[in-house]
């Protein structure tokens, strides 16, 4: 469609973004910052931030950090003073924490916002043409905004069949649960994924007993396998039940309960949650007049930077589908804004972690071991257990582990795989290593606080590098051997310490 503004014309916008989640958010205020003129299109009114704040991940988040604080306290005062405070709590409560860190997050977004002088136009918005976005508000007439770059920022939404009879309290999904009025006393989730582990372990912990159904048959797919048996062995321990390779047949509502077959296996629940993946939300925007390619989810096709085949109409985050995370969500639209701009930061990252916020947390970056017995990679395992870290025997910690992926041949990280409390703060330290290409003697080398979590790390490391140097001396990496006389670390020779 051609456009009836032509780029010497002027605009209203250097920079017109559609949706206010973690892309958005970042974008404008990027672009804001490099003087430029940005105006937020966001359909919900009074609320800015999308499911990243309001129904998905800060709910979700806090409520998993206060049912793991408080099962946190059960190896030190025993599992009665841990039931008692579970049966004793109220969901209104409970939820009303979320809903309030919701609220304190969205205010403090606003704030952002307007002292960096970002317009927000409350109303829905579709792309007029290349320049132009209709905005139509349940309080004025619909009306149109011009941008010199448009940005489609618009998120995703969970994927609801319409063979499953939604109906927001016995039949939900992600978007419904946080609205329950009381806690089930037992429920299905379909879908191993993130979001059904999650949601798993949350209601798990408050005393649910939880089914998981999924036609595959792991959790998970995209981990490491030995972790997510980990993360698996420890949410059985919480008393969910895991029923895998089934492919979900029926739903239906029968009385109070919720009817679940699943080929030859049949449940009833007081509560069904469909978690079985998202889709970008990008239809009814005006895509398909202008051309613009997305798959058979939703998801827009870009480049390398973020550009559709129009290149001053941007789209990123969960509009093009994954990761689909809130912080590479949030680096893509501060690389949009720049981009736009001429103001280069480089590439965009190629490496970046991965976090479960499951009970305990889980996190990962770079590969698999799975990956590399498909690419022919000679590696070595290093492993350290929260049960032989002294801080995870302090804490009580029944399941844990960290585990490195070392190059047999030139030692360097080649994937980090944590599972255990505080995995998504530890997988940082590693980040920084496999981000300069480090070795696992960069690791051994580091003094860490001790009792400590973090050196696990040096652990698993000195774990791994016992299997290339049996005789316990550990040489420097062999490319460090090539540029310096020396024979060894600093000091010349290392004995293992384990």
Not at 59 to 82: A, N
Not at 123 to 148: H, N, Q
Not at 241 to 265: A, M, N, R
Request: hydrophobic share 40%; net charge neutral; aromatic share 8%.
């Amino acid at each position: 469609m051609t456009s009836k503004k032509q780029p010497d014309q002027g605009f209203q916008y250097d920079l017109l973004i559609v949706g206010s989640g973690p892309t958005g958010i970042h974008a404008a205020v990027q672009a804001a910052k490099l003087g430029k003129k940005v105006c937020i299109v966001e359909k919900m009114p009074g609320k800015i931030g999308g499911s990243w704040i309001h129904t998905g991940t800060l709910p979700s988040k806090t409520l998993r950090e206060s049912l793991e604080q408080i099962h946190s306290i059960r190896y030190h005062v025993g599992s009665k003073w841990v039931d008692r405070i579970i049966q004793d709590l109220n969901i209104g409560t409970l939820f009303g924490r979320a809903f309030k860190v919701s609220y304190l997050e969205e205010e403090l977004v606003r704030k952002h916002l307007a002292s960096n002088s970002v317009v927000i136009a409350e109303g829905y918005g579709t792309i007029e043409d290349r320049f132009s976005v209709r905005v139509v508000s349940t309080k004025d007439e619909p009306y149109v905004l011009t941008g010199r770059n448009i940005l489609i920022a618009t998120g995703s939404k969970p994927r609801r069949p319409n063979e499953i009879p939604f109906d927001g309290w016995r039949v939900v999904d992600s978007d419904d649960v946080l609205q329950l009025e009381q806690v089930p006393s037992s429920m299905v989730i379909y879908g191993a994924g993130v979001i059904g582990c999650e949601y798993a372990c949350i209601f798990a912990a408050l005393g649910v007993k939880v089914t998981m159904i999924d036609s595959r048959s792991r959790i998970l797919q995209y981990l490491d396998l030995e972790v997510a048996n980990e993360l698996k062995k420890s949410m059985e321990a919480m008393g969910v039940t895991f029923v895998l390779d089934k492919t979900l047949q029926k739903v239906h509502v029968k009385g109070p309960q919720v009817v679940v077959e699943s080929d030859d296996y049949h449940i009833s629940v007081e509560v069904f949650f469909y978690a079985a993946g998202r889709v970008s939300t990008t239809d009814k925007i005006g895509l398909e007049r202008l051309g613009i390619s997305m798959n058979d989810r939703g998801a827009i096709e870009v480049n390398e930077h973020f550009q559709t085949s129009l290149p001053n109409i941007y789209a990123a985050g969960d509009a093009i589908g994954p990761p689909a995370l809130a912080a590479t969500a949030s680096q893509q639209g501060r690389y949009v804004a720049c981009h736009a701009f001429g103001s280069s930061i480089g590439a965009f990252p190629s490496l970046y972690p991965i976090g479960v916020y499951t009970i305990p947390e889980l996190s990962m970056i770079g590969k698999t071991e799975e990956e590399l017995k498909q690419d022919n990679v000679e590696y070595v395992v290093g492993r350290a257990s929260y049960s032989e870290i002294a801080r995870g025997y302090i804490r009580g910690d029944s399941f844990g582990l960290l585990k490195l992926l070392i190059s047999k041949k030139t030692h360097e990280i080649l994937g980090i795989h944590i599972v255990g409390a505080d995995a998504c703060n530890l997988i940082h330290i590693g980040l920084g290593y496999m981000g300069k290409n480090g070795h696992a003697q960069d690791l051994i080398n580091l003094i860490f606080n001790y009792p400590t979590l973090a050196e696990g790390f040096r652990i698993a490391a000195f774990n791994g590098l016992n299997q290339i140097f049996t005789d316990g001396i550990i040489k420097a990496p062999p490319s460090v051997q090539e540029t310096s006389s020396t024979e060894a670390l600093s000091p010349k020779t290392l004995k293992i310490a384990k």
